[in-house]
């Protein structure tokens, strides 16, 4: 009897993807090291490293697929470094909540070309409602177009000097005309980079259309949808 092995093709791998997370406000390991890491890896989606040693970006980067930034603590020069390369090489970024704020002041470069903009304010915890506005991109696929939740809303605001985005998810609270992006795109011209504005606690991270959000948009970094 013979046996024949196939080899597993790329589309069949698993997505090796890079956690950064780490500092002050949230509980990064509850949260990004246990919670996200587990929706990623659900159904051999992803494989998933998870580091609070922002000094060991350049390291663990050399084997990723998709480098997820969610630290708001100190980053040294050689990280950003390697940050910046790996976004030069075409390799996948998705920035999260933390890391869409403006954590670096001597580091403008990642919030005007990575983040094309930031935010520097958020509402009070409490609850706002999501509106999917592009129901049709491969990160909204399978989510719901209207949800509720609770977490920071982010006063997100765009960088004119940035490469743009593209929104794909807005926000809004009861008596307010102020609309802010929830996820959305960022136009680099050299790799896909996806930035999901919520995820403060489990109000997020454990809601289905969070998780959705999330492990699409990994999947389209990685050129995978």
């Given at each position: 009897?013979?046996?024949?092995?196939?080899?597993?093709?790329?589309?069949?791998?698993?997505?090796?993807v890079?956690?950064?997370?780490?500092?002050?406000?949230?509980?990064?390991?509850?949260?990004y090291?246990?919670?996200d890491?587990?929706?990623?890896?659900?159904?051999?989606?992803?494989s998933?490293?998870?580091?609070?040693?922002?000094?060991?970006?350049?390291?663990?980067?050399?084997?990723?697929?998709?480098?997820?930034?969610?630290?708001n603590?100190?980053i040294?020069?050689?990280?950003?470094?390697?940050?910046?390369d790996?976004?030069?090489?075409?390799?996948?970024?998705?920035?999260g909540?933390?890391?869409?704020?403006?954590?670096?002041?001597?580091?403008?470069e990642?919030?005007?070309?990575?983040?094309?903009?930031?935010?520097?304010?958020?509402?009070?915890?409490?609850?706002f409602?999501?509106?999917?506005?592009?129901?049709?991109?491969?990160?909204t696929?399978?989510?719901?177009?209207?949800?509720?939740?609770?977490?920071?809303r982010?006063?997100?605001?765009?960088d004119?000097?940035?490469?743009?985005?593209?929104?794909?998810a807005?926000?809004?609270?009861?008596?307010?005309d102020?609309v802010?992006?929830?996820?959305?795109?960022?136009?680099?011209p050299?790799?896909r980079?996806?930035?999901?504005?919520?995820?403060?606690?489990?109000?997020?991270?454990?809601?289905?259309?969070y998780?959705?959000?999330?492990?699409?948009?990994?999947?389209?970094?990685?050129?995978?949808?």
């Amino acid at each position: 009897m013979l046996f024949f092995v196939v080899p597993m093709t790329a589309s069949a791998k698993k997505i090796r993807v890079l956690i950064v997370g780490g500092g002050t406000s949230h509980d990064f390991d509850r949260w990004y090291k246990q919670a996200d890491a587990a929706t990623l890896e659900r159904d051999g989606l992803c494989s998933v490293v998870y580091t609070s040693n922002t000094d060991s970006i350049s390291f663990y980067l050399k084997s990723a697929d998709v480098l997820y930034l969610v630290t708001n603590q100190p980053i040294n020069a050689a990280s950003r470094k390697a940050i910046f390369d790996f976004v030069d090489a075409g390799k996948g970024l998705v920035l999260g909540h933390p890391g869409l704020w403006y954590n670096w002041k001597d580091w403008p470069e990642y919030n005007r070309q990575l983040v094309s903009g930031g935010a520097e304010a958020h509402d009070k915890y409490g609850s706002f409602d999501e509106d999917i506005v592009n129901p049709n991109h491969p990160i909204t696929k399978g989510v719901e177009q209207h949800f509720n939740l609770k977490d920071e809303r982010y006063h997100y605001v765009v960088d004119p000097l940035g490469p743009g985005i593209e929104v794909l998810a807005s926000n809004h609270v009861a008596g307010s005309d102020v609309v802010y992006p929830s996820v959305f795109i960022v136009k680099n011209p050299k790799t896909r980079i996806v930035c999901i504005a919520l995820g403060h606690d489990d109000a997020s991270h454990n809601i289905i259309p969070y998780q959705t959000l999330l492990r699409n948009a990994v999947k389209w970094v990685a050129h995978k949808s």
